[in-house]
Each structure stands twice: as C-alpha cells, then as structure tokens.
C-alpha cells in the first residue's frame, strides 16, 4: 500500500512513513465489504505521552522530516505545543458530533518547568479546556507517588499547586492498579460511554514495569498486577453489561519498523494477542513511537510524543448489534499553523508566572550537549557531555569519589548560549534527591555490571564521574566491566572504600539495574535537589562550559580468554535456630552507631487479614556492644534501621541490655517513620516486677504499625465529624514488655517527650496542619506537639509525646469572624487550626471576654499533648466528675502545673489573673523540657508595677519575660492583678509552644 502522512494543511503528501490505515485495504475483502449501511461513526482523538509540555516546539530540521508536506526539511517549521493541539482536536471535533478526546498516560509527570512548577496543574487544565472525555494512568503520573496521582484526579491542595484545587474533569481508568491490603481498585477498571444510545467500553492498563520505573516510597500502598488478565477480567465485565464496542488505552509499548507496516511489535503487540477478541483498538504509550497496525484483527495506534501528534481513530458502530464493524486510523502532526485562544491564554498565564524563574541565567555553554543515553561501539566513547556535566555537578555538590546517573533522568538537550534556570529544569524535572553511599571498589564493579545487563542490546544507562571504565560483551551478549582507572591513571581498589553519589530513585529502585545500589550502598548521606546540584555546578564556572565525550566509558573487544571463576564450594556451617535472637554488627556512623542488619535476621509473615509483619529480634550482645559504643558518642544513639521495611515492624529488645545505658536512645526507623526511645523511661526492674519475673527475662517489644482496615475507616470518620482532612496514613506505636507468656503495655513517661516522626509525601504548610492523637475508643483527635520540616519534597512531621497512641496528621483551617481587624487572629486562627482553642460557637471566639482557671488549665493540658486524669482531679474539693474540666485538671494538677489554694479549693470558675497565668505557663516550660534559672534573670525591674508583682509570682512573670512569651503593655506596666482575655491567654500560649519547641 502506498505510503501516506496527513499533514495539517489539509492535503496528503507521499512520504517514507505509514501514518494511515484503512482497513478496507489490509482486512479481508468478505470482512472489508460487510460493513452495514446503518452505523454510527464515532472519531476517536488521542495523544500520549505529553509529559506536561504544553509550549514545547520542535522544528522539522531538529526531527529530520518533513513534517508539512511541502516537500522541504524547514528550521521554520515546528510541532508542538498544545495549544496548537488545541486547534487541529477542536477542527477535528466539529467535524463529527460523535467526537471523543482521549489519551494514553504519560500526560504528566518529567514535565518542563511551565508544568511542573505547578504540579502539573496547567497541563490538565489545558486538557479540560480541549475537553478530554477519558485517559489512563501512566508510569509518570505516579512519579509523586499514589496520594498525589490522586490529588491531581480528584483535588486537593499542595503547596505547589492551587489552594483547593478541583481536581480534573475526565476520568482516568486502570484495570491493573489495586490497593495491597484490600485488593480494590485505584481508579475504575473500565468506563462506559454511549453514543447514540450504544455503549462503548474504555479500558485501561499501565505497564508492568512501573514500580521499576517510579520511587517505591510513593507507591508502597499499590501493586500493578497482570496488563492482560487485567483488561480481560474488565472486558469480561463489560460484555456482562451487554457492552460490545471495547477500547483498551494501554500505556504499555508498541513498535513498528516502518508505520503502518503489516507488524507490529513490543508489550502492546503481545498485549493485543492476549486480549478477548471483543476489543477493537489498542491505544499504546510509554516508548514515544508512531505506531498504527493490526495485531489479531486489533488496531493498535500510537501517537509518538510530547504533543507532536494525535492519532485519529474512525469507528463505524452497527447499530443494532453494538459492535464496532469498521475501522481505521491516521496518526497526524501537529504542524503549528493557528493557536487556540483559550490555550494560548492558558500557556501564557503560567509562562508570566514562572518567567522570573525560568529566564534567571546560570551560566553559559560553549558547545551544545545533547541528552541521549551513554552510547556503544567498540573503541568509540560511550560518554555523553551533559551526562557527564551532571555528573561531575552531583560529585562536586557532595564532596564524593565518584558519581552515577540514570540516563532517564536527563530529560532535554542543552543548547549553545546561556543557561537558563528553566533549561536545567527541563534537563532534571524530577526533583529528585542526590544520596552519598559508601561502597568498596568491589561494590562499584557490581553496581556498573548490573546496570549493563546481560542478553539484550541495551547496554550502559548511568552517565559517570571521578572514573573511566571499559566493558566488553561475549558472543551471546553478556556484558561485563574489564577495568575501572580512576583521575590518576591507576586501577581502582577493589578492595578499598569510596564514596558514590546518586539521586534517590536510582538508591530505592528495585529494577535490576538498580537495585545493587540500595543493597550494597552504606551509610546514606542524603543531600539538596538534584536540580540544585547542577545549577550551583554550573554557576561556580566563569567561562562558558565546554563539556564534550571524553572516553569516559568505552566498550571494547572482548579478551581473548576470559578466564571463567571457578565456583567455590561452601563450607558448611552450623545451622542458625531460627527463632534464636538476631547476632548484629554495630557500626559507628555520623548518626550514631548503627547495628546493621541483615535480610535473614527479619522474620516476615502474612496475617489472616492481610497484613504484613515483620520482627527482627536483637541478641542480648549485640544491643550491649552498641549501646556501650554509643556511650562514647555526643548522640548516646543505637539505630535499627528497617527503612525498607514495609508493614507493620516489632522489634524485641533484651530489657537486660537497657538496665545500664539511661541515657541513651535506640531510635529505630521503620518505613517511613521513625520511634526515638529513651532508656530512661524504661525503668526494667519495675517492669519485670509486675509481670512477676527478672530482667533477665523481659523482652520489650517496640510496634509500629500503620493503621488499615476498620481503624482507618474509624479515623477518616472522625476526620470527617472534626471538620479536618487527612495529609498521610495513621500510624500506631506502641511499646509492650513480654515475659513467660505475659505482657504489659508501657505507656506513661512521666515528663519525658518521646520523639516519633510520620513522613508525608508532600510539602506540607505547618501553619494549617497539625499531628493529632487518635482514641478509637472515644473516636476523637486531640492536638499532640510536633514540628515540620519539609525533606526531598516531603514533609517530615516530629511529634512528641510522654505517652503512646495511634498518631496522623491532618489539615485544618478555622476562621471566626469576630476575630476580622482583631490583634490576635494571626495566632488565635493558627492554634484554633492545630485543634489547641476553640470557639464559643463554631464563628465567634469572643477573644476580648474573661478566661477562667479551669479553662486555662484545659488550654495548657491540650497543649502540652496530656492525657486527661480523673483520678488525679478526685482530691479537688470544689469539682466533681461531672464537669467538663474534671479530667483536664486532673491532668493539670499531676502534671503540676497548678495548685489549689490553702483551703484546699481551686476556683475553677474565677477568672485567672495575668501573674497566675505567668505561674502556670512557667511550670507548663519545665514539663515540656525547658526550665530556666528565675535567679539569673531581672525580668520585673523594668516595668513600672514591677513591685506590685507577688513573690510567689515574680520568678515565674520573670522566666516568661525572659522567654518572650509575656510581655508588658504600652505603658510598659504589667498588671499583675488584671484578669487575662481569651486573646491574651490564647497568643501567650503560641509563643510557649514555640519556646518550648512544640509547635514551629
């Protein structure tokens, strides 16, 4: 058949690639002339793999083709751009009222910074203003992980984005995508859409490879099970609802050696052979090729990258029977001819936004260095200039040996002239997180061997630095390094230990390639953005850079014997008993010391409803050697690190090894969060006393667990009732001490604060968020102290508490409109969001009215993160237990920070006084951990009433001046005597929390 590309000026031109297919033409002519007169036409208009380059251009001369059909390769012709792409789907739209858009994944994610800067938010924005009717989910859109997959979907606000942001307007499907603790779906397996009252059924699949391709921690609550059983099962469900017209979007690869060639190739070809015969058309993605061809009678389109082009799909639908009888396809350039207004005004707004940024010139290149992969060919140099630009930044910015980058992670060329900002954006979109390891020389060998692979044609992917290296491949395409030369000339130490730089998706991903870099990699050392690596690389040169390939890597001709190493036989040990208490290596680290463990140490099972555990049990030995170890450092720390363990993670701790390191802290990290315990809130005699034993016997157990299941629903519905959403997972810790069979729980620290961090994978605002305690049995969340600090784009939350609980973070953000024009509102609004105040009513907060006793000493128990004591409370002459406050004092009088007066009463209903408060918020410092010395301070002399301060109120009025938390009034008095107000009361107790480190 003759070769044909549909370019947008409205006429066919002949050219070397098959961008159309009828297929009266291929089909059979019993199958080609049977189509019925009675049918619907439906149009189907797609795009993949866009990756949010919604003003990107590429003109003809860069690509090579004529892509207008004037006969010509012209540098003044461009495709690209989506408002553009805007244009020619809209023409095509109006011309038949049966017009869906639609895509195959990749629509986001590795975006150019006009995206990205906004998380993405432009691009479906754009897509809604085309009016997308459906897509798929591909490996790039879960790059951020799951939660902000979904928050793109449905809406939500990151700090990035909009403030409230909607979500999209088109639903996205995937068939094979589900939850691991219940097995439901992430998104609909499948859509219906009708036209002309016939259903027509959308099904969507991603490869299977993308937990390979994305960084696990973002995606550790998903699983990507079978592409094909997947489809097949929704089909099946499809044909159950009498649906006959199916469509599988697939981001899964195609290929074709010349478009619109009889084969077609790849996942998406072996995908189609394997689908129900009831699906009509395959819409691939992910390997950015123009694809259009049969496969089993199954049209399989592809519609190449980056908004270049569309496919344009023809359905005729009969009638009567619902399915579909004809089809074909034309895949079509988006020749840049007429802009889309609404489009372009998209575009531009976003361009106004982010130019200061984008257009901040960094340096200047000499030489233009492109963004391919390390490339191969004996004697020729596999190196490329910008990999190795990178490269060097990454070493430079770490102060390491070596360094290694993924050649996916360099995303666009780099042209002669300045360097923006917003190119070196475009070049590292990801904003991933360089990591410094240690490694032996050995370890370096084995990483480079692992990412040449073996038995196909790929070859190298990391771009190098701080080394060369050759490597060869034998007759059956093994391939392997034969020498690592380091700047001097020598051979590298295999023996020796070195330092290696590389971002945090090469350091956790599992693909084979990768995966040797987290297992044999040591010592992590997290440092800045990768993009901010290179931009201070390239700023610290003062002449133009001239990177060029340099023979950093080079293949060369297998040796002429390569001496196969003998195997080595064993020597057999002593079997290990397997529930015997784990033997592990302390190992002194900038941390603290760190007891290393091995995977055989961790005993993992599945409980029945579905639940991973893991236990590691730490010998008597091995947890004394590293608390002895940790004595002598400035941290007195023990770390236990399970970061890469999924689930929940117990781990059992000899209470005899504890009894004579007080002061030390075994901080133990597991998944994502973290649990600092201090020894010296174990008192182990006192525990092996009331399980009725010895220390010798005690095993304490630490817990964390993160909360699913019933407990999560029961926490999302008191989210709900509260009024506040959830930014992350709840997470429980708990700590349990076990002897002969017995167990008691070990959940009051007295005034210690135990620090535990929950991790969020966002950037978190800490003025409108808190970490809250969760009661399952009250259903309620109360405020718990905790500090933000956002990490590699995440948030990592540090909450303190002398006590255990199920522990999450949520967002809240309350306004009183008696508080507009007030001085306090800042702080009243702040804390009354960290659920610490209230209103009177849910609008009005009367910040100008008395506070009471009682209600200050409420103020200050939430505050501090107390558990309620009615026990305590019982001794108060003038309360009984029906009062609000009966628990709350109770709290308040343990934890001393008030007293009654002599005749024994409290008066919890009189109005508290400015030096009685002072009181109170000194002791409230002393139980969070901040005393100060009153003798040191002069903080009453300098107000004018200082005299009038009572004794028993002046060192405590004198500590709070000192700490900025009271201050005097413009007349520089301090009125000890005054009543304070709900305001007063309210902003004091802020900056407390701020002292104090409780809030930041």
Do not use: C
Request: net charge negative; aromatic share 6%.
């Amino acid at each position: 058949m003759s070769m044909k590309l549909l370019a947008n000026n409205t006429k066919w031109v002949s050219f070397t690639l098959v961008l159309l297919i009828t297929l009266s033409a291929i089909l059979p002519a019993s199958q080609a002339g049977a189509v019925p007169a009675d049918t619907i036409k439906l149009q189907l208009l797609s795009v993949n793999d866009l990756h949010g380059k919604i003003n990107d251009k590429y003109s003809e001369v860069s690509l090579n083709e004529d892509l207008n059909g004037d006969g010509t390769v012209s540098s003044s012709t461009y495709v690209g751009g989506m408002d553009y792409m805007a244009h020619w789907l809209k023409q095509r739209e109006a011309s038949n009222p049966n017009t869906w858009i639609i895509h195959a994944g990749d629509m986001v994610g590795g975006s150019p910074p006009i995206s990205a800067l906004f998380q993405d938010e432009p691009a479906v924005e754009i897509m809604e203003e085309i009016g997308f009717d459906v897509g798929t989910a591909g490996n790039h859109e879960f790059d951020e992980g799951t939660q902000e997959m979904l928050r793109l979907l449905h809406g939500g606000t990151h700090p990035k984005g909009t403030v409230d942001y909607d979500g999209q307007n088109f639903p996205l499907t995937v068939a094979n995508v589900v939850y691991k603790d219940t097995g439901a779906h992430v998104l609909p397996p499948y859509i219906i859409n009708e036209v002309e009252g016939v259903k027509v059924g959308f099904v969507g699949v991603i490869t299977e490879e993308t937990p390979q391709i994305v960084i696990p921690a973002g995606i550790q609550d998903i699983e990507f099970t079978d592409a094909a059983d997947a489809a097949n099962e929704a089909v099946a469900e499809l044909k159950a609802q009498g649906v006959k017209s199916i469509i599988v979007l697939a981001h899964i690869p195609a290929d074709q050696a010349t478009t619109g060639a009889s084969v077609v190739t790849g996942d998406a070809a072996a995908l189609a052979n394997e689908l129900d015969d009831e699906v009509d058309v395959v819409f691939a993605g992910h390997n950015h090729r123009r694809v259009s061809g049969l496969v089993d009678g199954k049209l399989v389109v592809q519609a190449w990258e980056y908004g270049k082009a569309f496919a344009d799909v023809e359905l005729e639908i009969d009638r009567t029977t619902g399915d579909i009888v004809a089809k074909t396809a034309e895949i079509v350039a988006n020749v840049q001819t007429t802009a889309d207004p609404a489009v372009k005004a998209i575009i531009d707004n976003y361009n106004r936004q982010a130019a200061p940024l984008l257009n901040r010139v960094i340096g200047k290149a000499e030489v233009e260095m492109s963004k391919n992969y390390p490339g191969m060919g004996i004697g020729a140099n596999g190196d490329k200039a910008l990999g190795n630009m990178i490269a060097d930044g990454m070493k430079h910015e770490m102060s390491a040996d070596f360094a290694l980058m993924n050649g996916g992670g360099v995303r666009e060329n780099l042209n002669v002239g300045d360097i923006t900002w917003g190119e070196l954006f475009s070049i590292q979109p990801f904003g991933n997180v360089l990591v410094k390891l240690e490694v032996t020389g050995a370890d370096l060998e084995a990483i480079l061997n692992a990412q040449l692979g073996s038995g196909t044609s790929f070859g190298p992917d990391f771009h190098v630095s701080g080394f060369k290296y050759t490597w060869y491949r034998d007759s059956s395409n093994n391939r392997k390094v034969l020498d690592i030369i380091l700047p001097n000339g020598s051979a590298m130490d295999k023996t020796k230990t070195y330092t290696v730089v590389v971002n945090n998706f090469m350091h956790t991903s599992t693909a084979a390639k990768n995966k040797p870099i987290g297992d044999l990699g040591k010592n992590a050392v997290t440092g800045p953005e990768d993009l901010e690596a290179t931009v201070n690389f390239v700023n610290s040169f003062t002449a133009p850079l001239n990177y060029v390939e340099e023979g950093r890597i080079k293949e060369v001709a297998a040796p002429a014997a390569v001496t196969p190493t003998p195997p080595t036989t064993p020597t057999p040990e002593t079997p290990k008993n397997p529930d015997a208490p784990a033997d592990v290596t302390p190992v002194s680290t900038k941390e603290g010391i760190e007891l290393v463990v091995d995977k055989k140490d961790l005993k993992k099972v599945t409980t029945a409803d579905g639940k991973t555990v893991t236990t590691l049990e730490i010998s008597k030995d091995s947890l004394s050697k590293a608390l002895e170890m940790a004595a002598g450092q400035d941290s007195k720390k023990a770390i236990i690190d399970l970061s890469k363990v999924e689930g929940t993670t117990i781990v059992g701790l000899p209470a005899s090894a504890l009894q004579d390191a007080k002061d030390a802290v075994i901080e133990i990290k597991a998944g994502d969060n973290t649990y600092e315990l201090p020894l010296s809130i174990m008192n182990v005699d006192s525990v092996a006393a009331a399980l009725g034993t010895t220390a010798g016997s005690v095993t304490i157990r630490v817990t964390i667990e993160p909360v699913t299941g019933n407990d999560a629903q029961q926490i999302n519905k008191s989210a709900s009732q509260a009024g506040v959403s959830l930014l992350g997972e709840a997470v429980s810790f708990t700590i349990t001490a076990e002897a002969n069979g017995k167990s008691t729980e070990v959940n009051d620290f007295g005034t210690t604060y135990v620090t535990r961090t929950i991790t969020i994978h966002v950037e978190v605002e800490s003025g409108r968020a808190t970490a809250v305690a969760f009661d399952p049995e009250a259903g309620e969340m109360t405020f718990v102290p905790a500090t933000f600090e956002v990490v590699d784009g995440k948030t990592v939350v540090k909450i303190k508490r002398n006590s255990n609980s199920i522990y999450t973070v949520v967002k809240s953000d309350k306004t009183f409109a008696d508080l507009n024009g007030h001085w306090s509102k800042e702080d009243v609004e702040l804390l009354a969001s960290k659920l610490v105040v209230k209103g009177q009513t849910e609008t009005q907060f009367a910040p100008n009215s008395d506070i009471t006793r009682a209600e200050f000493a409420a103020l200050l128990v939430r505050a501090l993160g107390l558990k309620e004591n009615i026990a305590a409370a019982a001794n108060i002459k003038d309360v009984n237990g029906s009062e609000w406050f009966f628990g709350p004092l109770g709290a308040a009088v343990k934890a001393g920070l008030m007293e009654g007066f002599e005749d024994g009463t409290f008066r919890p209903d009189a109005k508290i006084t400015r030096e009685q408060m002072a009181v109170m918020i000194s002791r409230a410092m002393a139980t969070a951990g901040k005393e100060m010395d009153a003798a040191a301070l002069d903080g009453n002399a300098n107000f004018e009433d200082g005299s009038k301060i009572k004794d028993w109120a002046a060192d405590a009025v004198a500590i709070n001046v000192a700490a900025g938390i009271i201050k005097g009034t413009p007349a520089n008095t301090f009125e000890p005597a005054s009543f304070a107000s709900r305001a007063e009361a309210t902003v004091m107790l802020k900056r407390l929390l701020e002292f104090v480190e409780f809030i930041n």
